[in-house]
């Protein structure tokens, strides 16, 4: 079986301020990671995706994530958010068969 | 454009009626899935469909079907069993079995209401 807990439900963050959202997964096999983004009323856009190799990856709009297998984490951050980041982010883990989505984290951009 | 379409993007059901939420890919995907999303529990996993002709339940079946006649198209059918329907609805599609290391990709959604 596997899992996806997002430690965090809502982020405020000032803009121009670095944020980091934080994901930890569980799985018993080899895992394949994503973090999506929802605008309001909207389906889900995918930022980045850990397939293999480089731990760090990088995404759209600026944002990347650090996979940590010794902490089972892969946390997603950007170095300067902009009003437009606001949005729900979710981390979901693959195992091949089925995408496991975590609960989301609901960012917040304060002028 | 190649994509999932999902229709209707609001729909307003009464207790006791079934009612079908559509999903059309033209990304020549194998698989498909349905996601319920509520406030606070993310999405989850209600059916989905690797292959033509076969699917199997998610996490939260109960109260729903579908069917996989064609590739290009998986019906989510809410049914009176469904005690709490009221939900947005999320459909997704990816490449296929064994590869779903590459993403999903989701259609604009269905906001289904129980008036």
């Known amino acids: 079986a596997q899992s996806v807990t997002q430690l965090d439900s809502q982020v405020p963050v000032f803009e121009e301020a670095p944020v980091e959202l934080r994901c930890n997964y569980s799985?018993?096999?080899?895992?394949?990671l994503f973090w999506y983004v929802q605008y309001p009323n909207q389906g889900l856009q995918l930022l980045l995706k850990?397939?293999?190799?480089?731990?760090l990856v990088k995404g759209i709009n600026g944002f990347e994530a650090e996979f940590n297998k010794s902490q089972t984490s892969f946390h997603l951050r950007k170095p300067s958010v902009h009003i437009s980041d606001t949005a729900e982010y979710f981390c979901?883990?693959?195992?091949?068969?089925?995408?496991?989505f975590g609960t989301g984290t609901r960012l917040t951009i304060i002028p | 454009d190649g994509g999932i379409t999902q229709s209707p993007k609001y729909l307003f059901r009464k207790e006791g009626q079934n009612v079908t939420l559509s999903c059309e890919q033209n990304?020549?995907?194998?698989?498909m899935y349905w996601y319920r999303q509520d406030p606070g529990q993310g999405l989850r996993l209600i059916y989905y469909?690797?292959?033509?002709?076969?699917?199997q339940k998610g996490d939260i079946a109960e109260g729903y079907s579908v069917s996989r006649e064609k590739k290009e198209s998986f019906p989510l059918t809410v049914t009176s069993a469904q005690k709490n329907p009221t939900a947005f609805y999320l459909c997704a599609s990816s490449i296929g079995k064994g590869t779903l290391r590459t993403e999903a990709f989701f259609g604009q959604g269905t906001r289904l209401t129980v008036v």
């Open positions: 469909s690797q292959i033509v002709n076969d699917f």
């Open positions: 979901a883990v693959s195992d091949s068969e089925k995408l496991t």
């Open positions: 990304l020549n995907h194998d698989a």
């Open positions: 850990y397939l293999s190799g480089s731990t």
């Open positions: 799985s018993s096999v080899s895992v394949y």
